[in-house]
RNA sequence: GGCCCCGUAGUGUAGCGGCUCAACACGCCAGCCUGUCACGCUGGAGAUCGUGGGUUCGAAUCCCAUCGGGGUCGCCA
């Protein structure tokens, strides 16, 4: 595109260039003035280019570059020519050549930045948040933004290609019960009603299957009001997929190919794991002690409850007798770790609720085998309680070395596995074995369809209520051993973050019912809440299921990014405040005088 | 709701055993400089140390409360 602006942008422009006159706007990156000449680096989205104001050869514009300062907005005429020699600058792609102006114009000009534009050097990020639009000039930020749009337009290209439909759903929708708290609209029309925004379009895309359009997917902003994370935020992005006439496998297969050539294409240079890695749910609690593992580096945990349940020892007695379990792993060479590092871990795992953290360190040289390790070599708290061939057992379940020290956890199962397997990760992360260039996805399956809410007293859906049973364990569902009945639900991970939860859905009214009445919902409730997915179920519906990738999650890994607020243009804080525009906020009495409320003090 | 960290010129930090009402860097302003590219040199402006109490002869510094930002547990079907 050639107009009054612009005739080129930075980028395009190279040695070939050289003699041409052309038009060139945007932002001045920097100026180096040096009395007589005056140098100016202009950006523009997509690059830089030095610009030269020479007094001899043009007064007029000389005169502009010197009222210039960072951040105005200019434009600028003249010729492409190529530097004098030595004089190339290597770092940016426009480096061999330079503009020498003979006219400039001020578009605009900037006061000067509240935040530092440099990637290198970190602002305070309230005054980011509030200078967002100036944030997001960063390089860093546009990085992100650039990347961003091209995993977007991947997915629909990818999607599209195998014919899926994209297809917008409502964002003023109904409240549903249990799940996260709902974000409400009141309603003007209708006193003291009120719309709930989606917290992802779940009926939607299932009643878009009853409809039959076969293969559903939808850039989907859902919005959740929960307390907000380093990886949540309020509203956030799904890639939003429902199919018709699949299976769970088909899904994982979609799953697989997407991620697989997306990142091929996108992000070479991260290598990831073919095929995905599977592991049922039982499996990864048992061995990671979450459904969502970093798989990156093994530190596997191990029970050792059978191993040390009749010992002499009160904290790993007491934990079985109460009927929780020990568990551990092996941190390769911290048998070293002073007292006071161990204390650091043992405060870790007491933050998560464990009672505390037994460490056994195996001190001395890696290459002695653990057949070879003696009483004396064994550092811990509990030496006198147990026998070196038991410290041994312990060892080679953890798949330990000499050198290494042994964490081992013993309270409730939840406690231990919640804790254990944050300290693996902090671990894994300490010792360097979370490689940031790789990225192992991975699918859990097999997950219990419910679990039991001891506040509640009641059964409540592990994923959503309208996941589908194992054909195998109706059984159980009939004679109500709930606890036995595994879910066609799966999981998509990867590095240690739940990317997104998958399910083959209920097509049956009658077994959609029966659950919803297992949940313990009141008839009345399922009536006024579910008859429209119930009476759809009743039209013909399809056999259907469907995952939705969580976009800033995914973003936030591949842009190597601390917290998802980074590929977010326009994220909210940790308290769900918006500080650029001062949101939430009040309304005036007019507003809520139509929305029928008034504000209790 | 609980726990932890942070809050000093526009920005990033120093000062936190009470003797510097405040230092340094970047930025900003002015002057000088024809080849720089994190240009350089000289000079200057700019902070009642988040806010409110308290202790003290004296508080950026100690105590309490409060606000804001971040992390985390709970929570997130």
Redesign the pocket.
């Known amino acids: 595109m050639s107009n009054k602006y612009r005739t080129h942008v930075c980028n395009e422009l190279n040695i070939s260039h050289t003699g041409q006159t052309v038009t060139v706007s945007g932002w001045v990156n ?1 100026r ?6 005056i ?1 100016i ?1 202009l950006r523009d989205r997509d690059g830089l280019l ?1 610009i ?1 104001f ?1 007094p ?1 050869v043009t007064p007029e514009a000389h005169k502009i570059a010197e009222q210039v ?2 951040e105005y907005v200019i434009k600028v005429s003249g010729e492409i020519s190529k ?2 020699e030595g ?3 290597p ?1 940016i792609s426009t480096g061999e050549i ?1 503009l020498i102006v003979k006219e400039a114009e001020i578009l605009n000009a900037s006061k ?5 534009l440099s990637d290198d ?7 980011r948040l509030k200078y967002r639009y100036l944030d997001l000039r960063r390089p860093r930020m546009q990085r992100n933004m650039m990347l961003r749009h091209r995993v977007v337009k991947y997915m629909r290209d990818f999607l599209d290609a195998r014919g899926f439909l994209e297809i917008e759903t409502p964002i003023l929708l109904k409240s ?1 019960p ?3 708290r709902d974000y409400l609209v009141p309603s003007r029309l209708y006193p003291g009603k009120f719309y709930a925004l989606p ?2 379009p ?1 009926q939607l895309k299932q009643l878009l299957m009853v409809s039959g359009y076969e293969k559903y997917f939808q850039i989907a902003r859902c919005f ?1 009001d ?5 990886d ?1 935020q309020p509203e956030f992005t799904q890639l939003d997929i429902e199919m018709s006439f699949v299976e769970e496998e088909d899904i994982l297969e979609l799953m697989e190919s997407l991620f697989t050539s997306m990142m091929e294409e996108i992000k070479p240079e991260i290598e990831i794991t073919k095929p995905f890695p599977r592991l049922s749910y039982t499996d990864s609690m048992a061995r990671y002690g979450n459904d969502k593992p970093d798989l990156r580096f093994g530190l596997e945990l191990a029970d050792i409850s059978d191993l040390v349940a009749n010992s002499e020892f009160g904290v790993f007695k007491n934990a079985i007798e109460y009927g929780g379990i020990v568990k551990g792993f092996a941190a390769p060479g911290c048998a070293s770790y002073s007292r006071k590092q161990q204390d650091k871990l043992v405060e870790f795992v007491r ?3 464990a009672r505390g953290l037994v460490t056994i360190a195996l001190e001395g040289e890696a290459k002695q085998s653990v057949d070879d390790l003696t009483l004396e070599q064994v550092r811990s708290q509990a030496t006198k309680f147990f026998t070196i061939d038991q410290v041994k057992a312990f060892a080679k379940r953890m798949g330990a070395k000499v050198g290494d020290i042994l964490l081992i956890c013993a309270d409730q199962e939840d406690i231990v596995n ?1 804790s254990l397997s ?1 300290l693996r990760v902090e671990m894994g992360q300490r010792l360097g074995l979370a490689d940031p260039n790789r990225m192992v996805f991975a699918f859990i399956q097999n997950y219990p369809l419910f679990e039991w809410n001891p506040d509640r007293n009641g059964w ?6 309208f996941t589908a049973p194992h054909e195998d364990d109706m059984q159980f569902l009939n004679i109500g051993d709930l606890d036995k009945v595994k879910a066609k639900h799966y999981d998509f991970v990867c590095n240690g973050y739940e990317l997104s939860s998958g399910s083959i859905r209920i097509h049956d009214s009658q077994l959609q019912l029966k659950i919803f009445q297992l949940l313990g919902y009141p008839e009345g409730e399922i009536r006024e809440l579910f008859s429209h997915l119930l009476e759809a179920l009743e039209y013909g519906a399809p056999p259907h299921g469907g995952i939705a990738p969580g976009i800033d999650r995914f973003l936030m890994l591949l842009a190597g990014e601390e ?1 998802i607020r980074e590929v977010i243009a326009f994220p909210k ?3 769900a ?1 918006d ?1 650029m525009t001062n949101s939430p906020n009040v309304v005036s009495e007019d507003q809520l005088t139509d929305l029928h409320i008034r504000i209790e003090e």
């Open positions: 920097r180096r003035d040096h009395g007589e000449l140098f680096d030095q030269v020479n001899q300062r960072s530097r004098p004089m190339e600058n770092n330079e000067p930045m509240p935040l530092p050097a970190e602002a305070d990020e309230s005054v549903t249990e799940g996260a917290q992802s779940q959740r929960e307390d907000q994370r380093a949540r933050i998560r609720g919640t944050q409540d859906s592990m994923h959503h209520p917290n804080t940790k308290t405040m500080l």
